[in-house]
């Protein structure tokens, strides 16, 4: 068998674990979220963080939307670390490549509009709680302070 078909093999049997886990989960939302957050972990750790990521979301549902984003939607958690990143300009939180990633969506927001890729959200009683699509939403909302719309995978608890 030849590296590439390797691991090929290895991240659909990653991805079919995963699935096991969530299986109602939407593909989209475990490979964007769940896949790379989970990946390099040992058994232990992979069982430990997937329990806990069930206690804290424990999704009765998905559908996918197209979703009003402003700044007030969000949880209060999450209206302050998009805060904190001063429209992609600050890094608390250490990001890897962030100012790649915030550039790279400035540049596609700028050449394509809103991307048509989803953010993931879980809707609270608080608000939305963003999971993923950070450097998306933090670049949509300085390009549109006064909101816009775009595609969400969203999680009912």
Do not use: C
Not at 113 to 129: A, M
Request: no cysteine; proline share 6%; net charge negative.
């Amino acid at each position: 068998m030849r590296a590439q078909e390797f691991l090929i093999e290895y991240r659909q049997a990653y991805f079919q674990y995963l699935k096991s886990w969530f299986p109602d989960w939407p593909d989209y939302v475990i490979r964007d979220w769940l896949y790379s957050t989970g990946k390099g972990l040992d058994q232990a750790e992979f069982e430990s963080w997937a329990q806990g990521v069930h206690e804290e979301y424990p999704i009765e549902a998905w559908r996918l939307e197209r979703l009003p984003i402003t700044l007030d939607i969000f949880t209060p958690k999450t209206q302050e670390q998009l805060r904190k990143r001063e429209g992609g300009s600050k890094n608390p939180n250490q990001v890897p490549r962030d100012a790649e990633r915030h550039a790279t969506q400035a540049a596609m927001l700028q050449k394509q509009g809103i991307s048509g890729e989803p953010i993931i959200v879980i809707k609270t009683n608080q608000g939305y709680d963003l999971v993923e699509g950070w450097h998306r939403t933090i670049q949509n909302l300085q390009a549109h302070p006064k909101g816009y719309t775009g595609p969400a995978w969203v999680g009912y608890l």
